[in-house]
């Protein structure tokens, strides 16, 4: 009895470490998400900006083409645009893992804690310290 009571804590315990680092893991992928999408729009401003500029000082199209400041704005911006579907593709994966790791939680719940009391207990905890909802999938 005791000692299917020790798995049982530390079950829960493990389960409750995971779906926070799971979480946290999403929040870090959500920023690095952000920050990539500023960087891009930061790049194709600068670059709007520098066409516009050198728009009124050229006559010919030709001339824009060649112009090597432009081609390097356009690799830099084809280069965001890849990293900007990379850090998606990462952000998307961590908050697959996450929901799977949520939903799999609440399905368990009641083979978990042995009590309703000690569920919305931890439940609370996770929403109030780590904003983790698990009163609903």
Same mark, same amino acid.
């Given at each position: 009895?005791?000692?299917? !009571? ?19 893991? @999403? ?6 998400? /952000?920050?990539?999408?500023? *960087? ?12 516009? /500029? ?5 006559? *010919? ?10 081609? /390097?704005?356009? !690799?830099?911006?084809?280069?965001? $645009? /890849? ?7 990462? $952000?998307?994966?961590? @908050? ?13 719940? *009641? ?17 109030? @310290? ?8």
């Amino acid at each position: 009895m005791l000692d299917s !009571l020790n798995k049982n804590q530390s079950m829960e315990v493990y389960l409750v470490n995971a779906i926070i680092k799971a979480k946290e893991k @999403e929040t870090k992928a959500q920023k690095k998400l /952000v920050r990539a999408g500023v *960087y891009l729009l930061g790049i194709l401003g600068l670059s709007v900006v520098y066409l516009y /500029v050198r728009w009124m000082d050229t006559y *010919y199209v030709s001339q824009l083409i060649a112009d090597p400041i432009i081609l /390097v704005f356009i !690799l830099a911006i084809g280069l965001m $645009f /890849v990293n900007l579907n990379n850090k998606k593709f990462s $952000f998307e994966k961590a @908050e697959s893992d996450f929901d799977r790791l949520k939903e799999d939680l609440i399905d368990r719940s *009641y083979d978990i804690w042995s009590t309703k009391e000690k569920q919305t207990e931890v439940y609370k905890r996770l929403k109030e @310290e780590h904003d983790i909802n698990l009163f609903h999938k």
